[in-house]
């Protein structure tokens, strides 16, 4: 499993408000709310014809983290760090991700 993850300090334990920031950030782009191997996700694509785009996040006591990756049937996740394939879709999940962060930390969440 590898995934490109931020952590982020939370300055209070306001999971719901983390949560609406990244609905608001990634669901205007066409991903969408879903269980996925027992993880909530939003995603896109369909990881067989086209690469699953997926971000998430996973809260600690005093952070999130969140996370993005690229899913396929035969490679499984990939990083949006480096490599040939898939390399703008990559960079446009990373803005994302860190434009998320920049939210949080501007919210003060």
């Not at 899913?71 to 035969?74: G, N, Q, R, S, Y």
């Given at each position: 499993m590898s995934r490109t993850?931020?952590?982020?300090?939370?300055?209070?334990?306001?999971?719901?408000?983390?949560?609406?920031?990244?609905?608001s950030k990634v669901e205007p782009l066409g991903f969408k709310k879903k269980i996925l191997?027992?993880?909530?996700?939003?995603?896109?694509?369909?990881?067989?014809?086209l690469q699953m785009q997926c971000f998430g996040a996973v809260f600690t006591d005093h952070s999130v983290l969140?996370?993005?990756w690229m899913?396929?049937?035969?490679m499984g996740e990939k990083d949006l760090e480096g490599g040939f394939?898939?390399?703008?879709?990559?960079k446009q999940m990373?803005?994302?991700?860190?434009?998320?962060?920049s939210t949080i930390q501007m919210q003060k969440l």
């Open positions: 993850t931020i952590e982020v300090e939370m300055k209070t334990k306001q999971v719901d408000d983390v949560l609406q920031v990244i609905a191997d027992g993880e909530t996700v939003w995603s896109k694509g369909d990881g067989v014809i969140l996370q993005g899913k396929d049937a035969l394939m898939a390399r703008l879709p990559k990373k803005r994302v991700l860190d434009d998320i962060s």
